[in-house]
């Protein structure tokens, strides 16, 4: 099967989608398809493209066994609206051109958000006559409008509309929570099109055997630092425990539009028991989480989350680290019934340092927690898993049968 990839982000850069979708097509090639990746030239997070990458307007290249086709693109840094607008609306306009050039597809598969991308991917299907998937990872315009990003009326009806056309025009929207499932089928997607398509983690990339018991107060962040993911919430934690706590550690591993926000207040406060790391190589990840004593995540107190699965968590709970979620929703549930942590309210500093101190107290339970949470992994959450939900829909898309819904 010949299978086109289109995707706003894609590696090299370094994020939870990119890294996501990397593994998806690696997969689906080493079964046997033929990927091609339609994107633009990287430039996530800092809008800056690597000197390998300019001078070019149009890139073709292999990554492995994967095609890669890289459209022109307006590069922007995650932060403001404007510019990132027209980072988004420059890859939705240079893609359907560029596409004319990639190999021919049997279905294409559209990544959402951006909601530009979405539409744009389903013209390239219908350019290369193929049925298309729309993988939508989060709810756009929800998010920007929750976040405070989209306000003017105008603008959030347009972005409604590019919303329904997209929905109204897949041949199948694949879903990574239930919750997102449930969300399409109330607005009336569910028409027999919502494929539930979870999120999963490569467990190979997370080895246990031979790795020693880490320092129990070292507390590790990893992921974007952004609008949804409330980590000053952590920087709040820190502070409680600097003032009545000796020997944690705080790293604290990403980037984001609120990084250099919050490693100005870490200065201001004078938190020596806080480290920003930056942005990491894929690579080194699983090291840096097989240090942690404990390994946090954090997001708003929004009703759009509460769908949402934060893909820290799963990578967390792969490399079997104990997790202290100050989060709501379908995030918070995974660690419950995984019984791989603690849950506290979402944005409760209090909590979450409290949460922190309760796990660091208790090094065996921090272990159970860790093993748990592995072996719920191994179980539901598996990249695996997800590959073969995707490769089943796609499957039935290309020859003309129905998709199955309601696999599980």
């Keep these: 099967m010949r299978v086109l990839l289109v995707t706003h982000y894609f590696a090299p850069e370094v994020g939870a989608p990119q890294t996501r979708l990397l593994e998806l097509a690696a997969a689906l090639s080493r079964r046997g398809h033929e990927i091609t990746v339609l994107t633009g030239?990287?430039?996530?997070?800092?809008?800056?493209?690597?000197?390998?990458?300019?001078?070019?307007?149009?890139?073709?290249?292999?990554?492995?066994?994967?095609?890669?086709?890289?459209?022109?693109?307006?590069p922007a840094p995650n932060r403001g609206v404007v510019r990132r607008l027209a980072n988004h609306l420059s890859f939705a306009l240079s893609a359907v051109p560029t596409s004319l050039g990639a190999r021919p597809?049997?279905?294409?598969?559209?990544?959402?958000?951006?909601?530009?991308?979405?539409?744009?991917?389903?013209?390239?299907?219908?350019?290369?006559?193929?049925?298309?998937?729309?993988?939508?990872?989060?709810?756009?315009?929800?998010?920007?409008?929750?976040?405070?990003?989209?306000?003017?009326?105008?603008?959030?009806?347009?972005?409604?509309?590019?919303?329904?056309f997209a929905y109204r025009h897949a041949d199948a929207l694949a879903v990574p929570t239930p919750g997102l499932e449930r969300v399409l089928r109330e607005r009336g997607v569910g028409d027999g099109r919502v494929v539930l398509v979870p999120h999963g983690v490569d467990l190979a990339r997370f080895p246990l055997h031979g790795a020693a018991r880490p320092d129990p107060r070292r507390v590790v962040y990893c992921g974007t630092i952004g609008?949804?993911?409330?980590?000053?919430?952590?920087?709040?934690?820190?502070?409680?425990?600097?003032?009545?706590?000796?020997?944690?550690?705080?790293?604290?591993?990403?980037?984001?539009a609120e990084a250099g926000e919050l490693q100005d207040r870490v200065r201001r406060w004078g938190l020596r028991n806080v480290t920003f790391a930056g942005r990491l190589p894929r690579a080194e990840l699983p090291a840096l989480l097989a240090s942690a004593g404990v390994t946090v995540a954090t997001q708003r107190d929004l009703p759009l989350l509460a769908d949402a699965l934060s893909t820290k968590v799963l990578e967390y709970m792969a490399a079997a680290r104990p997790v202290v979620v100050a989060a709501s929703g379908w995030t918070a549930e995974v660690v419950r019934r995984a019984d791989a942590g603690i849950v506290c309210p979402p944005e409760d500093a209090g909590a979450l340092a409290a949460a922190i101190v309760a796990v660091a107290a208790d090094p065996e339970r921090a272990h159970t927690m860790g093993r748990n949470g592995r072996r719920y992994v191994e179980a539901n959450l598996t990249r695996a898993i997800a590959v073969d939900r995707l490769e089943r829909a796609l499957t039935a898309l290309a020859t003309g049968e129905p998709v199955a819904t309601d696999a599980r």
């Design 41 to 74: 030239f990287p430039n996530y997070p800092d809008g800056v493209v690597p000197a390998a990458y300019r001078g070019r307007i149009v890139q073709r290249e292999r990554l492995g066994d994967l095609h890669i086709v890289r459209a022109p693109i307006l």
């Design 105 to 164: 597809a049997d279905v294409v598969v559209v990544e959402s958000p951006p909601l530009f991308a979405a539409v744009s991917g389903l013209g390239v299907g219908a350019l290369k006559r193929a049925p298309a998937v729309l993988h939508i990872a989060d709810l756009w315009p929800d998010a920007a409008i929750q976040f405070g990003v989209l306000r003017h009326r105008a603008v959030i009806a347009a972005a409604r509309s590019l919303e329904r």
């Design 227 to 256: 609008l949804g993911h409330a980590t000053a919430t952590l920087i709040e934690a820190a502070r409680i425990l600097a003032a009545d706590v000796e020997g944690y550690e705080v790293l604290i591993a990403g980037d984001g």
